[in-house]
């Protein structure tokens, strides 16, 4: 009986990390130009709302990149 083994990603790669603080501070970026220069603090759970807002858009949508390549996040 021959077993197959499918890898499972534990952490993420420092690419991978980048490529998430990329995206979230282009997000947090637009967020503050928004805002009128009005002093706005960080939330991660408002960028991750709106996150995945463009998420659906640039990957379901459009179909421009897929959803590992858009926000790279490890699978349960």
Not at 37 to 50: A, L, R, S, V
Request: aromatic letters at 10%; glycine letters at 2%; one cysteine or more.
């Amino acid at each position: 009986m021959q077993t197959k083994w499918k890898h499972i990603m534990t952490e993420l790669t420092d690419s991978q990390l980048v490529r998430q603080d990329f995206v979230d501070n282009s997000i947090f970026g637009l967020i503050k130009s928004l805002a009128l220069h009005k002093e706005i603090e960080w939330n991660i759970e408002m960028i991750g709302e709106i996150r995945d807002c463009i998420e659906e858009w640039l990957v379901e949508r459009l179909k421009m990149t897929d959803e590992m390549s858009f926000y790279p996040y490890i699978e349960e």
